[in-house]
């Protein structure tokens, strides 16, 4: 999925980010499987869904080198801070939450005009 930064609002540890460099943030899943789980079948032809643990979220945006928020995600990452991410969507209201989340990788370039950070996310509205 790949959201306008003018859309939406991102919320990391009850901060508001701001001084985004790019137009957008992704929010894409990775894992082996990228199926919500395998179905299992029992000997009496009962079948349940079985939760794919190895999948994960991977949330992407970009800053600007002078924004007041990247100096707090780059020491977030030192730190390696867990903690909840907030996705709202202002055009139709929805809100993603994505829980057990830390900081992957803030990457810079050098003389570069943008800083990236990606998080990493265990769990999205709690599954």
């Known amino acids: 999925m790949t959201y306008n930064i003018k859309n939406v609002e991102l919320v990391w540890r009850g901060l508001t980010l701001t001084g985004f460099g790019s137009q957008k943030v992704e ?13 299992v079948y029992g000997i009496f032809g009962e079948c349940f869904s079985l939760p794919n643990p190895k999948r994960g979220w991977r949330i ?25 991410l907030i996705v709202r969507d202002l055009n139709n209201g929805t809100t993603d939450i994505f829980t ?28």
């Not at 929010?27 to 179905?39: C, L, P, V, Y």
């Not at 080198?65 to 990452?77: A, G």
């Not at 057990?100 to 599954?127: F, P, Q």
Request: hydrophobic share 35%; with cysteine; net charge negative.
């Open 100 to 127: 057990n989340c830390i900081i992957y990788a803030t990457l810079k370039k050098k003389d570069s005009d943008e800083r990236v950070v990606t998080w990493l996310a265990a769990k999205r509205n709690g599954r």
């Open 60 to 84: 992407t945006a970009t800053f600007h080198p002078l924004s007041l928020s990247y100096p707090i995600l780059e020491q977030d990452n030192l730190y390696n801070f867990e903690d909840t």
């Open 27 to 39: 929010i894409d899943q990775d894992g082996q499987d990228m199926s919500s789980g395998a179905i």
